[in-house]
């Protein structure tokens, strides 16, 4: 019996690739890094997430990705807003139930 080799990348190249589809990371003028495209504000580890209607900016910390509830926030952001617009990655809930659940997620 052969062995077949899954064509799914790995958790965390699919991740890879969200962000790098995330506007916000490619951008290369005033506040980002001219080598990578990334911003010079978020330390290494981190990315950056809007929230809410009024956008707020977050800086995150990489190991939420790994976390089923965060994921979940992940994919609503997808159904809403997609992955390939100019707006940065934009998560579609209320900023005190993403504080909430990101500090329970950090601890």
Excluded at 8 to 22: E, F, M, N, S
Excluded at 48 to 60: A, H, L, S
Excluded at 70 to 85: N, S, V, Y
């Amino acid at each position: 019996m052969a062995i077949r080799k899954s064509n799914k990348l790995p958790q965390t190249a699919v991740i890879k690739q969200i962000l790098k589809r995330c506007s916000s990371l490619g951008r290369k003028n005033n506040g980002y890094d001219d080598e990578d495209g990334l911003p010079v504000d978020v330390p290494k580890g981190h990315f950056v997430v809007y929230v809410g209607e009024n956008r707020t900016r977050y800086i995150v910390p990489i190991s939420l990705l790994s976390h089923p509830r965060f994921q979940c926030l992940l994919r609503q952001a997808e159904e809403e807003f997609g992955f390939d617009h100019e707006m940065g990655l934009t998560i579609p809930c209320d900023e005190d139930v993403f504080r909430s659940l990101t500090s329970s997620l950090i601890r």
